[in-house]
């Protein structure tokens, strides 16, 4: 599986860093690669840490384990930059995309010396301006995608419409919010 990309998600309970994994999958899945879209959490609660995972792959994906050395990591909550180890086995050639209002200089100090690509995304600036509400989940997705480049970003934004599509079908009012937050977020992530 040399061409499989490993990512790992870290976000707290109730901030859609599941949802946003399970959704990446599903976009994956229709461009035609083999996925998996997964979470690990121990006690359910709102705002307990949680991680999950993405696999995303031209080849089948036959590994079924957690993701202990991701070529990426989204970091929906900066908060948990200083309870859990966000780069523990993260390649030095991939990169960690966090949620954060300060600047790459700011975080640098809270990633226990990783000396990867670091980017930044204020997710709730764009959410805030698109949804009206503070949901992080859909900005990372669409920073991550960019970061990663696992996919063409006009694929991506027509997969993302289809998708939201067929899940808000009796809310449609939440559409183009959503695709408005994927759109800014592409161009806001550092």
Request: hydrophobic share 40%; net charge neutral; glycine share 8%.
């Amino acid at each position: 599986m040399s061409n499989c990309v490993e990512i790992r998600w870290h976000g707290r309970g109730g901030q859609g860093a599941k949802t946003a994994a399970l959704l990446l999958a599903d976009v994956a899945f229709q461009t035609g690669k083999h996925v998996q879209g997964f979470p690990e959490y121990g006690p359910e609660r709102m705002g307990a840490p949680i991680t999950a995972y993405n696999r995303i792959s031209d080849d089948v994906v036959r590994v079924h384990s957690n993701i202990y050395d991701p070529e990426f990591v989204v970091v929906v909550d900066e908060t948990l930059l200083e309870t859990v180890d966000v780069t523990n086995g993260l390649k030095k050639d991939g990169a960690i995309v966090i949620n954060t209002a300060k600047s790459k200089e700011e975080i640098l100090p809270h990633l226990k010396g990783y000396e990867g690509k670091v980017y930044t995304i204020d997710a709730k600036k764009v959410s805030l301006a698109c949804l009206g509400k503070y949901f992080p989940n859909t900005p990372m997705l669409a920073a991550i995608v960019k970061v990663s480049g696992i996919m063409d970003e006009e694929l991506f934004i027509n997969e993302m419409r289809a998708s939201y599509q067929h899940k808000f079908a009796s809310k449609p009012e939440v559409i183009d919010g959503n695709m408005r937050a994927l759109k800014m977020a592409l161009r806001e992530v550092q």
